[in-house]
């Protein structure tokens, strides 16, 4: 039975699903990569994704136009993202409380409009599935990798540019050294302030952007909760991957090639209680964390408010 | 640094604001709200209480409907009604159902199995107010309880014919089935569509995917995609979720089979036939009763005898000629007695 | 020099800002209320109502507040020795499960015995919850926000596992509704009813709960070290004190009286344990919402118990504010958002208050200094 698994049907079945359930992950993780790396935590990222899930929706159904509905996502991101730095970095709220509120204020908000401007569940055309020319015609990976929506493959984009963004450039040293020793890159004429409120609004479009890859590319539904606390999942292995966006890559893709793994354990029908399989994927995460991956340590100053001449 | 603050500080503001203007704008459905009526006599009122959204097309939708359709039958002055969604919070929904029985509505619905505790303790508190319970069969008079009605839906009913269809329209002989956790409602409509399938086409394969939440849209439909995968070509499911499977059957061309509301509106083009839970047969034989004197006690079933589960074919689907009358055979032989859904 | 006292509002405005944040997040809800087109004086009205206006809505705030406290108590042990302890939904998931394995399987006993091994193992099925991720974190160095996370998605599914299969009522088997509830505890192990509402003894016992709290943390070398712990790792490493241990202590302190919650609202609330398949639908998020009353209570039991019964008010009456307005239920859960979002941004303004406050007090002793250290604060 468990042999039934290793056909290549399934493991290219596992690993097609795998890709595109990581990417709402991917997007949410590199985001809130950025802010923690500054010394932010926020766990509203799941109420951000929400709205940005709803308003790429809603501009989507009302316009017919995915790249508007996309940009809806973003601006919407940006905004809630804007308003946790507000919160966070200028009134130096205790963060992982203010981003609890944030979260039950994006869920709240963005099903109350949700009903009162459609009021039920509805479908939208959303980001259409590309074929990469030559690459897509290759046999068992093609399809895999290469006829993905948009979206998808921008999830993966992300992965070097960001990784490029915070080691090779000034502004990646200095959102780095923010979130080490934020008196010390103060002193050496690095506002900590600004380094934040930019994190932190990015990680709110990624937020917004990985809420609108369910909403108009991939689910092309809005409803009740959409997102179903994968925000939280995703600040979970923003600790697995470590501070670094290829490790949000391999946590995103744990996860999620399990969760895959899982239906098809059930859809083969192999004899595990469902809510065993429904397990797995938070189980393995936190066995591959403690077994294999390289524990690196909590950048010094997240969560820690910073106030000038305290340090 | 302080003009910074007010600055971004207005800009929040007025971003929200804004925000909720567009939300508001386009508002065009009113909650029905209590119309004041001065109208001789007293309208019949009832509030129900339910645990996911009423536009979930599912389980609280169907109730929701049901309440509309009674309100456009009798005429709003004639039926009020109020409802409070979103109450998957049992202790919640508790203080909701007891502060409605004490408004002196004369209907009060727990629309939630899980209520059930809660309702044992707060109906003998108020003997003048009558209570609907769904979706169970237990009106707890063995606790000496006399107002509490139940209600269920026989969803293995619909399931059956649903699986009858599947079946005949399956080419490869695999039916995928996508569920939240393996327990009531979506327990029976699950085993009655298997056994609806496999009566036709004992060969048949149906694989069965329980994502283990209500709410998780899209783990539902990556299972719906295993299901093509592993070689599907027809789908059902039950539960708010499958709104995520229902996209991926319209992706990949694959028959849809819906359940608890009619589902047509998503993929006009994909979805063969809905069972619709018609919750309004059942509440009217109550509302009857309840007018008689009779304030519970009772137990009531929406079947497909009665009509409180109806299999709304999609006109927009080629259903062929034979399936359909096969189905519509499934049904007669339900109501009849000569087919038992469950094995 | 004796000034009166509203002229120096820095000594009384201070414990008033939450208060203020309050009323300025109602504020911002009713300008949602109109454009919703609900008279916001309305709206609120039935909000206080719905908190105390009647015996029955008293008690559903303090019911409401119960495990929030618990909960909270508990998030003063795990924030003030340094770990994030956002597993509560699991622990109080994980607690009430044991509770409840006990009532349908010692029903024989006398109630109060059996009462007192639903607690016990509510709270060590709690601390159980809390300790794997406290020894992980303690000896493996895996980071307890990550897998308090995952341990509340594994403690639903092992929910959901046994209410579908072996604790189900076997009359949900027989009737074939196959609803996922346990069968309904001996009566004999209801909670006591303190007056005729809803309201049960395990308020009593979630204020108890919290006074023992204040005790350990401030008035035992165990709490000493917890609190060293949280304060500074290093220095507490330096002073001799096992950092591991007592960070491990901490969360298993804190998991145990979340697991005390759950067997508290399975025995003074349901009499059974169900699940709809999420959290949410058992615990009513108060494994969150017990971090935010804690928050409010600025992490210290005693603040914690107003704090959650306030926020207990809030929760009970804005459901009632929906039924009276009948605006949907997600307004109450975003207005709910900006409550906490509003408070936790007020906390600025009363800490600068308390250090002017201080700063004058100390220009007091100091008598001459006083002037420049006031100037330069501004």
């Not at chain 2, 589902?263 to 979805?271: G, H, R, W």
């Not at chain 3, 006990?102 to 109060?112: E, K, T, V």
């Not at chain 3, 759950?262 to 108060?286: E, I, K, P, W, Y």
Request: hydrophobic share 50%.
């Amino acid at each position: 039975m468990i042999s039934d698994l290793f056909t290549p049907m399934v493991i290219i079945g596992i690993l097609a699903s795998g890709i595109r359930l990581a990417t709402p992950y991917l997007y949410a993780t590199i985001g809130e990569t950025f802010g923690q790396l500054s010394g932010v935590l926020n766990l509203g990222v799941d109420g951000i994704m929400l709205m940005g899930a709803f308003s790429g929706f809603y501009v989507t159904y009302m316009t017919d136009n995915y790249w508007l509905g996309l940009l809806a996502a973003i601006l919407t991101g940006a905004l809630m993202g804007l308003m946790m730095a507000f919160i966070s970095v200028t009134l130096k709220s205790e963060q992982g409380i203010s981003g609890i509120g944030l979260y039950l204020f994006g869920l709240g908000l963005s099903d109350l409009l949700f009903q009162v401007s459609l009021g039920t569940v509805k479908t939208v055309s959303g980001f259409p599935p590309i074929d990469i020319p030559i690459l897509s015609d290759i046999p068992v990976i093609g399809p895999i990798f290469f006829q993905q929506n948009l979206l998808v493959y921008g999830a993966y984009l992300m992965v070097p540019i960001a990784t490029f963004i915070l080691n090779k450039t000034t502004w990646g040293l200095k959102i780095k050294s923010v979130g080490q020793n934020p008196a010390a890159a103060d002193a050496l004429g690095v506002s900590v302030t600004a380094v934040r409120y930019a994190t932190v609004t990015l990680g709110g479009i990624f937020s917004g952007v990985a809420g609108a890859s369910l909403s108009i590319a991939l689910l092309n539904v809005f409803q009740q909760n959409l997102t179903s606390g994968m925000g939280f999942i995703a600040v979970a292995l923003v600790y697995f991957g470590g501070w670094r966006p290829i490790g949000m890559l391999w946590g995103s893709l744990l996860f999620s090639s399990v969760n895959a793994l899982q239906l098809w354990v059930q859809t083969l029908g192999l004899p595990i209680p469902s809510d065993f399989a429904t397990m797995m994927p938070y189980v393995l995460t936190i066995l591959a964390l403690i077994f294999a991956v390289r524990k690196v340590s909590v950048p010094a100053a997240l969560t820690k408010i910073f106030e000038r001449g305290e340090g | 640094m302080k003009k910074v603050t007010i600055f971004v500080s207005l800009l929040l503001v007025a971003a929200f604001l804004l925000a909720a203007c567009g939300g508001g704008a386009t508002e065009t459905t009113e909650a029905p709200e209590a119309p004041p009526t001065e109208v001789a006599a007293e309208p019949f009122k009832v509030a129900v209480v339910m645990p996911s959204s009423i536009s979930d097309l599912a389980f609280s939708q169907s109730m929701y409907d049901a309440l509309v359709a009674i309100q456009n039958e009798m005429g709003a002055e004639n039926f009020e009604f109020v409802y409070t969604d979103g109450m998957f919070v049992v202790d919640d929904a508790a203080a909701a159902i007891r502060d409605y029985a004490s408004q002196g509505y004369n209907l009060v619905i727990a629309h939630g199995s899980q209520y059930g505790s809660s309702l044992v303790e707060i109906a003998p508190d108020f003997p003048e107010t009558s209570f609907a319970h769904g979706t169970t069969v237990d009106t707890f008079t063995d606790q000496g309880i006399t107002n509490v009605f139940a209600y269920e839906a026989r969803s293995e009913e619909g399931g059956y014919v649903n699986g009858v269809m599947a079946a005949l329209l399956s080419a490869s002989n695999i039916i995928g089935v996508v569920g939240p956790i393996e327990t009531g409602d979506a327990k029976l409509y699950v085993d009655g569509f298997k056994a609806g399938v496999l009566a036709t086409k004992p060969d048949a394969q149906v694989n069965v995917n329980w994502t283990g939440s209500f709410s998780d849209v899209a783990l539902a439909s990556e299972a719906a995609q295993t299901h093509v995968n592993a070689g599907a070509d027809a789908l059902t499911g039950t539960a708010q979720m499958v709104v995520g499977a229902v996209g991926v059957a319209k992706e990949k061309g694959v028959a849809w089979f819906a359940t608890q509301s009619n589902q047509e509106s998503l993929a006009p083009e994909i979805v063969v036939a809905s069972q619709v839970y018609k919750w309004d047969v059942v509440l009217k034989q109550i509302i009857d009763l309840i007018n008689q004197g009779t304030l519970g006690g009772q137990s009531f079933v929406i079947d497909l005898e009665n009509k409180g589960e109806v299999i709304e074919y999609n006109a927009g689907y080629a259903l062929p000629e034979d399936v359909k009358a096969a189905a519509e055979a499934a049904i007669q032989g339900i109501i009849d007695g000569t087919i038992t859904p469950l094995p | 020099m004796q000034q009166s006292w509203w002229r120096k509002p820095k000594y009384w405005l201070g414990p008033l800002m939450p208060v203020l944040a309050v009323i300025a997040a109602l504020i911002a809800g009713a300008v949602m209320l109109v454009l919703l087109g609900v008279n916001p004086f309305v709206a609120y009205a039935a909000l206080v109502d719905g908190a105390f206006g009647s015996p029955n809505s008293i008690a559903d705030t303090f019911v409401k507040a119960t495990p929030l406290l618990l909960v909270g108590a508990g998030i003063c042990i795990a924030f003030r020795g340094g770990v994030i302890n956002v597993g509560g939904e699991g622990q109080l998931i994980v607690g009430a499960l044991a509770a409840s394995v006990a009532a349908l399987y010692l029903g024989d006993l006398p109630g109060w015995l059996l009462i007192t091994i639903c607690l016990i193992l509510g709270f060590l099925g709690g601390a159980a919850w809390g300790a794997i991720p406290g020894a992980l974190k303690a000896y493996l160095n895996v980071n307890e926000i990550l897998t308090t996370i995952m341990l509340n998605a594994i403690a639903i599914q092992g929910m959901n596992f046994l209410l579908s299969g072996p604790l189900m009522d076997p009359m949900q088997v027989t009737a074939g509704s196959f609803i996922p509830q346990t069968a309904r505890f001996p009566i004999s192990i209801d909670l006591p009813r303190l007056v005729p509402t809803r309201l049960h003894a395990g308020v009593l016992l979630a204020v108890v709960a919290a006074i023992l709290v204040w005790l350990l943390l401030w008035r035992t070398t165990i709490g000493f070290r917890i609190r060293a712990v949280g304060l500074s790792p290093k220095a507490a490493r330096r002073a001799g004190i096992r950092v591991e241990r007592y960070a491990m202590l901490a969360l298993i302190l804190s998991g145990a009286l979340a697991g005390l919650a759950g067997a508290v609202q399975v025995l003074g609330v349901n009499h059974r344990m169900f699940t709809d398949g999420s959290a949410a639908g058992f615990t009513g998020n108060a494994g969150f919402n017990g971090i935010v009353a804690a928050l409010f209570g600025q992490l210290h039991p005693i603040g914690t118990i107003p704090a959650s019964f306030f926020f207990g008010a809030l929760l009970v009456g804005a459901n009632k504010m929906q039924r009276v307005t009948q605006v949907p239920t997600s307004m109450i859960i975003a207005l709910n958002g900006l409550l906490v979002i509003f408070v936790v941004s007020s906390e600025i303004w009363r800490r600068r208050l308390a250090r002017q406050r201080e700063m004058e007090e100390v220009a007091q002793v100091l008598q001459p200094a006083s002037a420049s250290e006031e100037a330069s604060e501004g």
